[in-house]
């Protein structure tokens, strides 16, 4: 089962853990981010002598795994280090976490096109919303995003196509997709 379970995503070993109270999925994801606890903790605890590893290690542990049944996780390493800065500045204190904007909007979106995969009046309103996005984003970034999620065209073919970089060209799609998140959300509003 653990074999498995190491080949799913974040999300889905989050989605495990969460709502079906599956203790090996929340495993497998402590143990996925297990280095980077502690190589995030690690400067503290070498600064602070009167921390003892034996103590934050466990806390820090027990932490992660209540808050991993009652917050709202996107990306699982600011979780973790939002957790570990909570403790090490307020030990005494437990404060949830809150991702940032971006990351509560495009949170946001996926559980709307979750949401629309069921209901066909949500799907269309979502087709829509999305089209006039696309509309409002500059024809390189329109054509960007087309070729990448609907032609699925790799890095290695719009590096190709466009003359730039892989790296470039990642951090181009990066920037539009945030763009396009932005867009998204403010459709909503205008309406």
């Not at 495009?106 to 209901?119: F, P």
């Not at 970034?141 to 470039?168: M, P, W």
Request: aromatic share 6%; hydrophobic share 35%; no cysteine.
């Amino acid at each position: 089962m653990q074999q498995q379970l190491t080949n799913l995503s974040d999300k889905e070993l989050i989605s495990r853990a969460r709502k079906q109270n599956d203790r090996e999925a929340e495993g497998v994801l402590m143990e996925r981010y297990s280095h980077l606890l502690v190589a995030v903790t690690l400067p503290y605890l070498h600064k602070d002598s009167s921390l003892d590893p034996n103590i934050v290690f466990p806390t820090l542990t027990q932490r992660l795994s209540a808050s991993l049944k009652t917050q709202t996780i996107y990306k699982a390493s600011e979780w973790i280090l939002h957790i570990q800065k909570g403790y090490l500045g307020k030990p005494e204190k437990n404060t949830p976490f809150y991702p940032s904007r971006e990351v509560r909007d495009l949170l946001h979106i996926e559980n709307l096109v979750d949401k629309a995969s069921n209901n066909v009046i949500d799907r269309n309103e979502l087709v829509v919303r999305l089209a006039q996005s696309m509309d409002r984003l500059q024809p390189e970034e329109k054509t960007l995003i087309t070729h990448f999620y609907i032609d699925n065209k790799s890095f290695a073919e719009l590096s190709a196509i466009t003359g730039q970089t892989r790296d470039k060209i990642r951090a181009q799609l990066k920037s539009t997709k945030g763009k396009l998140a932005k867009l998204f959300m403010n459709q909503g509003y205008v309406k």
